[in-house]
T-cell receptor, first 112, second 118 residues
């Protein structure tokens, strides 16, 4: 199936740990994104990559580091996890000109 | 800077009645406008978008939205609501003429929880 997939779907971890979330898209899109949805459901972009290059990096702590090994993958690595990092993280992809992202199912991160 | 306002956190409507979910936007140029829906514990699903042309846009699941440039609005509508329409709805905007990285990204509203009562 053509889609945006994320792993894991759920992630529960302790404060201070380092974790990664993986994202893959097989839609042939040239732009990938990470969004954070907080407990109030507010959705905010974190990163955007176009052809493996970072094109936007919103005000995000440098504990968050995106890594794009190729156009189809954009992984999110988080160092020294904090309680406030608990949220749902969505990966998405789009063609730049079209602009409407296709979202993955989300990863619910809980930091204890 | 571009922004989106969804003035209602919650909309309740009886099944079979028409529904409206409100959205207003602000961009420096002309907008691309979008509606997404999020069902519980699911990702966002694309409903419809306005790019250019006819101000009335038809989308998935019987939804439609009307672009009103003078009122800078893009309200989501459906003639007859279903219980299965109950979900969280997001309006989003992108500046059509945006050239900077930030302007090319979608900006989402805060979401409106639609509850359709049986």
């Amino acid at each position: 199936d053509t889609a945006v997939s994320q792993t894991p779907k759920y992630l529960v971890t302790q404060m201070g740990n380092d974790k990664s979330i993986k994202c893959e898209q097989n839609l042939g899109h040239d732009t990938m994104y990470w969004y954070k949805q907080d407990s109030k459901k507010f959705l905010k972009i974190m990163f955007s990559y176009n052809n493996k290059e970072l094109i936007i990096n919103e005000t995000v702590p440098n504990r968050f580091s995106p890594k794009s090994p190729d156009k189809a993958h954009l992984n999110l690595h988080i160092n020294s996890l904090e309680l406030g990092d608990s949220a749902v993280y969505f990966c998405a992809s789009s063609q730049v000109r079209a602009g409407d992202p296709f979202f993955g199912p989300g990863t619910r991160l809980t930091v204890l | 800077a571009q922004s989106v306002a969804q003035p209602e956190d919650q909309v309740n409507v009886a099944e079979g009645n028409p529904l409206t979910v409100k959205c207003t936007y602000s961009v420096s140029g002309n907008p691309y406008l979008f509606w997404y829906v999020q069902y519980p514990n699911r990702g966002l699903q694309f409903l419809l978008k306005y790019i250019t042309g006819d101000n009335l846009v038809k989308g998935s699941y019987g939804f439609e939205a009307e672009f009103n440039k003078s009122q800078t609005s893009f309200h989501l509508k459906k003639p007859s609501a279903l219980v299965s329409d109950s979900a969280l709805y997001f309006c989003a905007v992108r500046d059509r003429g945006g050239t900077s990285g930030s302007a090319r990204q979608l900006t989402f509203g805060s979401g409106t929880q639609l509850t359709v009562l049986p």
